[in-house]
């Protein structure tokens, strides 16, 4: 019996979901887009789930829409939800860490850029090779390519197809972080436990202030947060001493650590 084409484990408050069909460079097939959206759909109602790290299994992160299916006559049939795996994924209220093993191109890419954060192995590359092949994108690219990495560099990846390495990637603001291939994952599950020490209700609201306030023109931004700070119910006086004691306590031990 063959794997599911979609991993998924909850391991101590974080779901890894891993693109599994490495033979074909974790294209996304319908059936790996319709296995994503009931994922997703799971994680919004689990209570227990703080974090999400999204990787690929091989090779690959992924090579994005599994081309052999655009020719099937009834693709644009296909329901609207499972289409765009891109904002499956900004739906989530938990942070998304995306750790990209290896290639990411056109959707791979455009799926890597829409999760919260990125860290790359070094044998990670990216490319967005739409123009390369006669499509353009439609699961966001365009547009928060650019916002990352400024028009010109986003015009320049878009406009010629080449590959840039994740060093480059990094330098350009699209990867937080490089590590080896070895300690990919232990780095995503790492930074996934700093997210989690966080009191979940600030951090969930926090990732909405930024992501909701991004596109506003500055002055409507602030008060766009301020809105959402008088919303946010937060812990007693009590329980920010408690927690304030406790941070104090952890950089303590991160800077004897270093």
């Known amino acids: 019996m063959s794997e599911p084409v979609l991993l998924v484990d909850k391991t101590d408050g974080i779901a890894t979901l891993t693109l599994n069909r490495p033979a074909q460079r974790n294209a996304m097939s319908l059936e790996l887009r319709s296995l994503l959206q009931d994922a997703v759909k799971d994680l919004k109602e689990d209570e227990d789930i703080g974090v999400v790290i999204l990787t690929g299994a091989g090779k690959a992160f992924s090579a994005g829409m599994d081309l052999n299916e655009l020719a099937d006559p009834d693709f644009e049939a296909q329901p609207a939800s499972v289409k765009n795996p891109a904002v499956l994924l900004t739906s989530l209220h938990q942070p998304v860490i995306a750790a990209i093993n290896g290639l990411a191109v056109t959707g791979g890419l455009e799926v890597a850029v829409a999760c919260d954060i990125v860290i790359a192995s070094t044998e990670a590359q990216f490319a967005d090779t739409h123009a390369q092949v006669g499509f353009v994108p439609s699961w966001g690219l365009s547009q928060r390519l650019s916002r990352i990495a400024g028009t010109q560099r986003a015009k320049e990846m878009s406009l010629t197809g080449n590959f840039i390495s994740a060093q480059q990637a990094y330098e ?87």
């Open 172 to 258: 350009w603001g699209l990867v937080n972080h490089v590590v080896s291939p070895k300690e990919l994952m232990s780095a995503a599950i790492s930074l996934a436990k700093d997210i989690l020490s966080c009191v979940p209700q600030a951090m969930f609201m926090y990732k909405r202030m930024i992501d909701g306030g991004f596109n506003l023109p500055f002055a409507e931004a602030l008060e766009y947060e301020l809105g959402m700070s008088k919303e946010y119910k937060g812990p007693s006086a009590e329980g920010i001493g408690a927690r304030r004691r406790t941070v104090q306590s952890r950089g303590k031990e991160k800077s004897t650590k270093r």
